[in-house]
T-cell receptor, first 113, second 113 residues
Framework: DQQVKQNSPSLSVQEGRISILNCDYT??????FLWYKKYPAEGPTFLIS?????DKNEDGRFTVFLNKSAKHLSLHIVPSQPGDSAVYFC????????????FGEGTQLTVNP | DVKVTQSSRYLVKRTGEKVFLECVQD?????MFWYRQDPGLGLRLIYF???????EKGDIPEGYSVSREKKERFSLILESASTNQTSMYLC????????????FGQGTRLTVV
C-alpha cells in the first residue's frame, strides 16, 4: 500500500524554466511533508518542508504547495539549473508516528543546459 | 552540521553470510532509522529506534534485525544474506520532536552474490 506516490518517474526541463514535481498521498493523518534531493551514490539531503497548517512555503528558488483537500503537494523550482538534476523524493509524516517518514518512489529531474 | 556516517560505501557479500551495516551520528539525536532504496520503490523503512535498546519494525523488517546499544550507533544486521537484499541501504537520524527532518548518511551499496 503506497501511501505516498510520485507518478512521474522522470521529468526533463530546459535550464531557466520552471520544474514542477508532484506528489500525492492517501493517509489523512499525514501532517508534515518534506522534499529531499538525492544525487547518485549519495544520501538524500533535505530541501524544504511544509506543515499541514500552511498551503505554501518558499525558500529561494524552491516553493512547496500543499492542497490538503486533494491530498496533493508539488515542488516548484524556478529557475531550474543543471545542478538541480537529481532524484527528488517526497516524504510525509504523521504526528501520531513521531518523526517516521514515508517516502514516495522518487522523480528523476534532468535540467538541460 | 549533522553528520551521519555509514561504515562502508560498498560491500559485496555471499549468500548466507551474516552482514553488519554500521551507522554513527554525532548530533545526539534520539531517533535513528534504516531504509533501503530500490529503483521504482523509493525509500522503504526497515527498522527504527527512538532510544537506546529500543527498536520498532518498519514496513519491510523481514530478514533484518537491528541493534542500538549506544545512542549514537545503530546497526543493521542481515542474518543470512540473500540476493534480494542487494540494495542501497541508508541510515538516518532525527531529533525526538514532531515535524522535523531526518539527516541521512551517504549510503551503503550492498551486493549479495
Amino acid at each position: 500500500d503506497q501511501q505516498v506516490k510520485q507518478n512521474s518517474p522522470s521529468l526533463s526541463v530546459q535550464e531557466g524554466r520552471i520544474s514542477i514535481l508532484n506528489c500525492d498521498y492517501t493517509n489523512s493523518m499525514f501532517d508534515y511533508f518534506l522534499w529531499y534531493k538525492k544525487y547518485p551514490a549519495e544520501g538524500p539531503t533535505f530541501l524544504i518542508s511544509i506543515s499541514s497548517i500552511k498551503d505554501k512555503n518558499e525558500d529561494g528558488r524552491f516553493t512547496v504547495f500543499l492542497n490538503k483537500s486533494a491530498k496533493h503537494l508539488s515542488l516548484h523550482i524556478v529557475p531550474s539549473q543543471p545542478g538541480d538534476s537529481a532524484v527528488y523524493f517526497c516524504a510525509a509524516s504523521a504526528g501520531t508516528s513521531g518523526s517516521r517518514l514515508t517516502f514516495g518512489e522518487g522523480t528523476q529531474l534532468t535540467v538541460n543546459p | 552540521d549533522v553528520k551521519v556516517t555509514q561504515s562502508s560505501r560498498y560491500l559485496v557479500k555471499r549468500t548466507g553470510e551474516k552482514v553488519f551495516l554500521e551507522c554513527v551520528q554525532d548530533m545526539d539525536h534520539e531517533n535513528m532509522f534504516w531504509y533501503r532504496q530500490d529503483p521504482g520503490l523509493g525509500l522503504r523503512l526497515i527498522y527504527f529506534s527512538y532510544d537506546v535498546k529500543m527498536k520498532e519494525k518498519g514496513d519491510i523488517p523481514e530478514g533484518y534485525s537491528v541493534s542500538r546499544e549506544k545512542k549514537e550507533r545503530f546497526s543493521l544486521i542481515l542474518e543470512s544474506a540473500s540476493t534480494n537484499q542487494t540494495s542501497m541501504y541508508l541510515c538516518a537520524s532525527s531529533e525526538l520532536i514532531l515535524n522535523t527532518e531526518a539527516f541521512f548518511g551517504q549510503g551503503t551499496r550492498l551486493t549479495v552474490v
